[in-house]
């Protein structure tokens, strides 16, 4: 078993974060922020976490490493091609019937899944009617996800994910490149709203008629998923979809009944009718 | 056999050949078989997951995909999906993650082992099949490390030996066999 001293030492730190810089990870994953932990621990040097709590509490460079480190989430673009092509096929043309759409790329990080999203909205001719809020709680991604900039060997896997999307167009339409890197079409983000909003201490901030929230809730334990699973339900228009990870599931939660199986292989839940 | 009464999760790994042994191994796995098992085996990012429908088809045991938060149950094999790792809490769940791969690979070994050497303790017997990257050495030494019982699918009879080389490398005192053998053992516990 976990030694209980770790054990302790790893609640004493994630209680520290949250009570000294207002970041909450007290309620996720035990078995992945350990892992994180661990590896932190073993990167920055420190020979346990109480010394490690010491460099948090004393030394102002520790902070911000910390956090990027436990939030930071690398994506691909159209990643699971055929939750993309689901939302093209089965979800949009509901979303048509709309004349004005909210979607919500909520844990956004670099902005893979967003630029997705836009990318679609456009080819399917939405996208002048929609504004995206895409939301993290780390700084840097936002920035990162703002700047849409990305290595350029990372593009192919991309492209092939969204042609067994259904995508209607090339997706060299939208970026340009120079240096080994990738930087995308800044019209995409015109109608983006990129924004600090967290998971575990945020409220609603508007009516959604489509959440995206992919492979996020798998960092987060039972409660913190229930109370996540609300926020979205609450977040949502009566009908309101939601995404989630290809291995993600409501089974397992509290908040089942606040959401239909629209299409349960892809994880694409509906609002139920309250 | 008494001693080995205290075991309660058996977390295998394999890569490159690991399929076939791994099968060998479940199969002789009785309907009745008291302790829970893991499996990490790689596979390519965007396979469907046959593996799952392979193994249930030859089984006695119950073998499902992990899937996130799914409750951990007795004699149930679950399988790493594509794409993911597997971690396991010690609440009694299961949990993924779709952090970085770790020697190239997502599912990996090592994280598998690692968070059940974590929530098993020495109530885990760990088994690193064959394959050809070292990934599963670490995380076996830290089922050792644990108090768990650690054993090898032998070198020079696997299809790939790099992998549980690494691992005897790494864990020189891990009992070593062929399929035949590991399953001998496991299906005792």
Redesign the interface.
């Known amino acids: 078993m976990t030694d209980r001293i770790e054990e302790l030492e790893i609640n004493l730190l994630l209680e520290a974060l949250y009570q000294r810089f207002h970041y909450d990870f007290r309620d996720y994953s035990k078995a992945s922020i350990t892992r994180r932990l661990r590896q932190l621990k073993e990167r920055l040097g420190y020979r346990n976490y109480s010394a490690m709590l010491e460099g948090l509490l004393h030394d102002p460079a520790v902070f911000p490493q910390m956090v990027g480190y436990l939030t930071v989430q690398v994506s691909e673009m159209f990643r699971d091609p055929s939750y993309f092509r689901a939302l093209r096929e089965k979800v949009v043309p509901h979303l048509r019937t709309y004349p004005s759409l909210k979607v919500w790329v909520a844990g956004c990080s670099g902005g893979e899944e967003l630029y997705s999203l836009a990318i679609l909205f456009r080819e399917e001719g939405l996208e002048k009617r929609t504004m995206f809020y895409a939301t993290d709680i780390n700084p840097r991604a936002l920035e990162i996800a703002a700047a849409g900039v990305y290595e350029l060997d990372r593009i192919k896997g991309f492209t092939e994910n969204h042609q067994q999307s259904g995508g209607r167009s090339s997706l060299s339409d939208y970026y340009t490149a120079a240096y080994g890197r990738a930087s995308f079409d800044r019209t995409l983000r015109e109608r983006v709203v990129f924004s600090d909003h967290s998971l575990v201490t945020d409220a609603v901030f508007g009516e959604m008629h489509l959440i995206s929230c992919r492979n996020v809730l798998i960092y987060f334990n039972n409660d913190l998923q229930d109370r996540t699973l609300k926020l979205f339900s609450d977040s949502l228009i009566r009908k309101g979809f939601l995404g989630l990870g290809s291995k993600e599931s409501l089974r397992f939660s509290s908040q089942s009944d606040a959401f239909q199986d629209f299409m349960l292989g892809e994880r694409i839940y509906q609002r139920r009718d309250p | 056999m008494s001693s080995n009464a205290r075991i309660m999760a058996v977390a295998i790994g394999g890569s490159a050949g690991a399929v076939a042994s791994l099968s060998l191994i479940l199969k002789e796995l009785p309907v009745d078989y008291r302790p829970t098992v893991f499996v990490t085996v790689h596979l390519r990012a965007d396979s469907k997951s046959v593996l799952v429908d392979v193994l249930r088809a030859q089984c006695q045991i119950e073998v499902c995909e ?6 951990i149950r007795q004699g149930t094999a679950y399988i790493a ?1 594509p794409n ?1 790792h597997l ?5 009694g ?1 299961l ?6 791969p770790v020697h190239f690979s997502r599912p990996s070994i090592d ?1 598998l082992f ?2 059940a050497a ?4 020495a109530a885990l017997v760990g088994v690193v099949l064959s394959g050809a990257n070292r990934d599963g050495a670490h995380g076996l030494s830290a089922i050792r490390a ?1 108090g768990g019982i650690v054993m090898i699918e032998d070198p020079s009879a696997a299809y790939a030996s790099t992998m549980p080389l690494a691992a005897w490398n790494a864990c020189p005192e891990a009992q070593v066999g062929t399929p035949g053998q590991l399953a001998s053992f496991l299906k005792q516990l």
Do not use: F, I, Q, R
């Open positions: 992990a899937e996130d938060k799914m409750p999906p993911y971690l396991v809490e010690n609440t769940a949990a993924l993650s779709t952090d970085e994280v690692e968070s974590d929530a098993y303790g644990a």
